[in-house]
């Protein structure tokens, strides 16, 4: 069975840093790309940044460019989510999900989904 497990959320003030990790098993980062989400109460999930080996390498949404950086250890099956300079409208509930191969920007192809990790930012 296919498990993402996301972890590394917290509380931390504006300005701050966390480093959130999505542990994987059931499948090889070989043949899934690995994206992450975010859902904030009464928004919509939106994409924050994916990466595929099939890709060369990490993409970011715009919201994502500057402050968050996505990178993987392929041996341990983790992919990370570095989020920098945070702000308040970053509160949200972070996912990950797996779809195969190839980063896409449509959220109905990511087959496989983790149950979240909480970050909340205060001013």
């Known amino acids: 069975d296919v498990q993402l497990q996301a972890s590394g959320g917290g509380s931390v003030q504006a300005g701050g840093s966390l480093k959130l990790s999505c542990t994987a098993s059931?499948?090889?980062?070989?043949?899934?790309?690995i994206g992450w989400f975010r859902e904030a109460p009464g928004k919509k999930r939106e994409g924050v940044g994916c990466i595929s080996n099939h890709d060369g390498g990490a993409r970011y949404y715009d919201l994502a460019k500057g402050r968050f950086t996505i990178s993987s250890d392929n041996d341990k099956k983790i992919v990370y989510l570095q989020l920098n300079n945070l702000k308040p409208e970053d509160t949200a509930r972070y996912y990950c999900?797996?779809?195969?191969?190839?980063?896409?920007?449509?959220?109905?192809?990511?087959?496989?989904w983790g149950r979240g990790t909480q970050v909340t930012v205060s001013s």
């Open positions: 059931g499948l090889s980062f070989d043949d899934y790309a």
């Open positions: 999900a797996a779809e195969q191969k190839w980063c896409s920007r449509n959220q109905s192809m990511y087959k496989y």
